[in-house]
C-alpha cells in the first residue's frame, strides 16, 4: 500500500491560503496518525499569479500539478478584476484552463445536513433534515469552454455551447456507479424542452440506463428543478448534469446545510483530481480569521478517499463532525461563540490525533469557557 503522496497546494486569492492552510495542519495530523507522509509543492494561481507573473496559470504551477498525487486548492477571484469588465486577463482563467489541461471532467459537490446546525439552514426542519446529496457536473465542455465573441461596436456577443457524445458519457457513468452504492435514484437536470445539447444528455442517459438496471433514472428541467431542491431536497439522490446547470444548482443547494462554508469538492479526471471548497475567495474576510475551514478539511477527506486512504477520511469526517456537535465553529455557525480559522483547525487536527484523550476540555468549551492544558 502506498504511503508517500506528492500533494500540489495551490492556496490561491482571498481567504484561499487561511483555509488551506488548515487543511495542510489536517494532514499533518493525519500523517502522524496514520503514519503517512505527504510532501507538499506550492504553487501560483489566480489573482496572486497574474500580479506576480501576468499570468492566471504558471508553467511551473501547471508542472508542479501534473507531477502530483493530487492536487489542494483554496479560491479563486478579486474585486479589482470582478469590477473591471475590460480586463483581458482574470483569475478564474486560471483555475478553467487547470481543469482542461489535467482532464477534470467531473466536479462531485456532496451536501448533507447536520443535525446540529439545522437551525442554521434558511429552510424549515422538516424540509431539509436527512438531505444527502451528491452532485456531479460536467466541467471541462459546454458553454464555459466553448466558441466566444464579442463585438463592443455593434454591442454583440456570443458563448457557443457544444457537447459531445464522449464528453457526457463518462460523467454519466460515475454518476450511476455512484447511485448504485446509495439509495439508487439518478436524476439528470437539463432543459431538453428547449436545448439540443440537453437532448443528447438524455439520449446519452437513457443508452447508459440499460448498464445499472438496478438504478431509477428520472429526468428534471433546470427550472424546476431549481425550485425543488428548495421545496423537497429529499427527493434527491445523485444528481448529473451538464457544466453551468451544475454551477448554478450546486450553489444553490449550499445553503440548504447553513452555511455555504460547509461544502467541499473533487475535480476528477483519468490520473489527476482537484479537491477545493466551493465557497470562493470571500475577499471580504481575508485576514481577519474569521473564514470557515470546514469544507477545505472536507475537501481534504475528499482526497484521502481519492488517494484511497480510507481509514483516514472517515476519521477526519468523524473529528469534523465531532468539532460541530461540540458548536466549535466559526462566526457563520455560532455567532454567540465563534472560534477563528485557525482555532477551529487546530480542534480538528487535536482530535485527529488524540481523540478522547485531546486536551480540550469538551464540557468548558460548551460552556464557552478557556480549555485546560
Same mark, same amino acid.
Given at each position: ?91 478564474? @482563467?486560471?483555475?478553467? /484552463?487547470? =481543469? !482542461?489541461? $489535467?482532464? +477534470? ?5 456532496? &451536501?448533507? *445536513? ?62 450511476? @456507479?455512484?447511485?448504485? /452504492?446509495? =439509495? !439508487?435514484? $439518478?436524476? +439528470? ?5 428547449? &436545448?439540443? *445539447? ?176
Amino acid at each position: 500500500m502506498k504511503t508517500n503522496f506528492k500533494i500540489a497546494v495551490l492556496p490561491g486569492d482571498g481567504i484561499g491560503p487561511e483555509v488551506v492552510g488548515e487543511s495542510i495542519k489536517i494532514l499533518e495530523a493525519i500523517a502522524e496518525a496514520f503514519h503517512y507522509k505527504f510532501e507538499f509543492k506550492y504553487g501560483l494561481m489566480g489573482a496572486e499569479a497574474i500580479y506576480k507573473t501576468g499570468n492566471p496559470l504558471p508553467d511551473e504551477t501547471l508542472q508542479i500539478c501534473k507531477e502530483s498525487d493530487a492536487v489542494l486548492f483554496g479560491a479563486i477571484g478579486d474585486p479589482s478584476f470582478d469590477n473591471n469588465p475590460d480586463a483581458k486577463v482574470r483569475p478564474e @482563467q486560471g483555475l478553467l /484552463k487547470l =481543469r !482542461k489541461e $489535467l482532464g +477534470l471532467f467531473a466536479n462531485i459537490r456532496p &451536501l448533507k *445536513t447536520y443535525s446540529s446546525l439545522i437551525e442554521k439552514s434558511p429552510l424549515k426542519k422538516e424540509i431539509i433534515e436527512g438531505t444527502d446529496i451528491q452532485i456531479f457536473r460536467e466541467l471541462v465542455s459546454g458553454i464555459y469552454f466553448g466558441e466566444k465573441f464579442t463585438d463592443d461596436e455593434a454591442g454583440y456577443a456570443y458563448d457557443i455551447c457544444k457537447y459531445n457524445r464522449d464528453e457526457i458519457s463518462p460523467i454519466v457513468h460515475m454518476a450511476f @456507479q455512484e447511485a448504485q /452504492k446509495r =439509495r !439508487k435514484k $439518478l436524476t +439528470l437536470i437539463d432543459k431538453a424542452n428547449v &436545448l439540443d *445539447t440537453s437532448r443528447l444528455w438524455r439520449k446519452v442517459c437513457k443508452e447508459i440506463a440499460t448498464e445499472y438496471p438496478e438504478v431509477e433514472l428520472d429526468f428534471m428541467f433546470v427550472d424546476n428543478a431549481a425550485m425543488q431542491l428548495i421545496l423537497n431536497p429529499k427527493q434527491f439522490d445523485v444528481i448529473v448534469t451538464e457544466n453551468m446547470f451544475g454551477d448554478i444548482i450546486s450553489d444553490e443547494a449550499s445553503v440548504i446545510g447553513g452555511s455555504i462554508g460547509l461544502l467541499p469538492s473533487a475535480s476528477i479526471g483519468n490520473g489527476n483530481a482537484l479537491f477545493e471548497p466551493i465557497h470562493g475567495s470571500y475577499p471580504q474576510a481575508k485576514g481577519k480569521g474569521i473564514a470557515n475551514p470546514i469544507a477545505s478539511i472536507l475537501s481534504t477527506a475528499m482526497m484521502l478517499d481519492y488517494l484511497k486512504l480510507d481509514q483516514a477520511a472517515e476519521k477526519l469526517r468523524q473529528s469534523v463532525e465531532h468539532a460541530i456537535e461540540n458548536k466549535y465553529v466559526t462566526v457563520d455557525l455560532n455567532a454567540e461563540q465563534p472560534y477563528s480559522t485557525g482555532e477551529v483547525g487546530s480542534f480538528i487536527a487535536d482530535f485527529i490525533t488524540y481523540s478522547e484523550k485531546s486536551y480540550y476540555n469538551f464540557e468548558n468549551v460548551k460552556l464557552g469557557k478557556s480549555t485546560i492544558v
